[in-house]
């Protein structure tokens, strides 16, 4: 068994120093464990629940400061110290196109990768607008990339997502949480839209979120291999809001348990990061 993982969906809070407005204002989420959720943790800590061994992690943006997102990357900086990572950072992707070009100019960072704008729900029409294109390119132009996260049974927001992943073939995008599925039947229509585009990934994470039952994620995850392939799929863990429903080290385990080869584990599990996030 390959031991070694890297974990491409974390997140670090520092409540004191942040923001975090969706998380301390007067109408956080209403999920349970919410404390143990918002609990500083050390990266050491993370090493130390984690059944296998954490080499590197992606840090995806968690609202530190949304409108100085670069606070978050320099704070990382400090907090992950003696940690290999690398980040993800937050930009309005349909703003004005000079706008989003001074704001990801204004994120020049040693560890910055890519860019998140959560457009779940009502905010997925977002990615309709006509800035939303030549903001993605500006993205590809600069080697960086974007964390797409909506619900893939969206199929009009799906398509167009696909369209712009033909359009900008140099551009990488990842799907965040597995497409978030909740009606099977449109989410797997919206998995074979994208999953046609070589340039996009999709990670194996955030069921913690949705209502799916074992067996349900199970036929996910066997659809996202069997569509993806085994180089395009990444596990990932969504800490520390996976502690909804389990520890660290189970959500882990449960991965794990997913596979069928160690192969197909290795792969999802450490090299596919290792490749995408540029380690």
Not at 219 to 233: E, K, S, W
Not at 252 to 261: D, I, P, Q, R, V
Request: hydrophobic share 40%; net charge negative.
């Amino acid at each position: 068994m390959h031991s070694k993982i890297i974990d491409p969906h974390v997140h670090f809070f520092n409540l004191n120093e942040g923001c975090y407005n969706w998380l301390k204002g007067d109408n956080p989420p209403s999920w349970p464990n919410l404390e143990t959720i918002k609990k500083p943790i050390a990266p050491d800590d993370l090493i130390k629940n984690c059944p296998f061994e954490l080499a590197a992690l992606v840090h995806i943006e968690a609202g530190f400061d949304n409108q100085q997102p670069i606070r978050e990357l320099k704070w990382l900086n400090k907090h992950l110290a003696n940690q290999q990572f690398r980040a993800v950072s937050f930009a309005k992707i349909d703003s004005d196109p000079v706008e989003f070009k001074k704001a990801i100019n204004n994120l020049k960072h040693p560890s910055l990768v890519g860019i998140r704008d959560i457009t779940e729900g009502e905010d997925s029409s977002r990615l309709l607008h006509p800035y939303t294109l030549e903001n993605l390119a500006y993205l590809a132009e600069q080697a960086l990339h974007f964390e797409a996260q909506f619900e893939l049974e969206n199929t009009l927001i799906s398509e167009r997502v696909a369209h712009y992943a033909q359009q900008l073939p140099h551009l990488k995008l990842v799907v965040n949480h597995a497409g978030l599925p909740q009606q099977l039947v449109l989410w797997q229509k919206g998995i074979s839209k994208l999953a046609h585009n070589k340039n996009v990934y999709i990670k194996y994470s955030g069921f913690e979120l949705l209502s799916l039952n074992r067996q349900q994620q199970q036929v996910c995850f066997d659809f996202i291999v069997q569509q993806f392939g085994q180089t395009r799929v990444m596990f990932a863990s969504n800490f520390p809001v996976c502690q909804i429903q389990q520890s660290y080290s189970e959500l882990w385990h449960s991965h794990f348990s997913l596979c069928k080869s160690n192969d197909l584990w290795q792969q999802l599990s450490y090299s596919n990061a290792l490749s995408f996030y540029l380690f």
